[in-house]
């Protein structure tokens, strides 16, 4: 079982930052962001291999950055220019050979 712990997140007002930070207890081939509003499915924000290979939704695209520490089995994810339709709650993900999920942490855009 991979434990995931997530910081991060809060309110922002709409063109703002935030950073979002997962730390998982072992070496991950593969991590990343989801996030979903309530009454909807959860959606892919991000993921990046350990080789840096990452894959960005085009919602997000040219906003987001997602990065990561090998050598802290830390995944990061630079939000910017946020919108009021990126509030939701993001999940840390992490694929050993099942899917684990973070806790989660709320991200709200508003003013």
């Known amino acids: 079982q991979v434990q995931l712990v997530e910081s991060g997140g809060g309110l922002v007002q709409p063109g703002g930052s935030l950073r979002l930070s997962c730390a998982a207890s072992?070496?991950?081939?593969?991590m990343g962001w989801f996030r979903q509003t309530q009454g909807k499915d959860r959606e892919l924000v991000a993921t990046?291999?350990?080789?840096?290979?990452?894959n960005i939704a085009d919602s997000v695209k040219g906003r987001f950055t997602i990065s990561r520490d090998n050598a802290k089995n830390t995944v990061y994810l630079q939000m910017n220019s946020l919108k009021p339709e990126d509030t939701a709650v993001y999940y840390c993900?992490?694929?050993?050979?099942?899917?684990?999920w973070g806790q989660g942490t709320q991200v709200t855009v508003s003013s």
């Open positions: 993900w992490a694929w050993v050979t099942t899917n684990n």
């Open positions: 072992g070496s991950i081939l593969r």
């Open positions: 990046v291999t350990r080789g840096g290979v990452a």
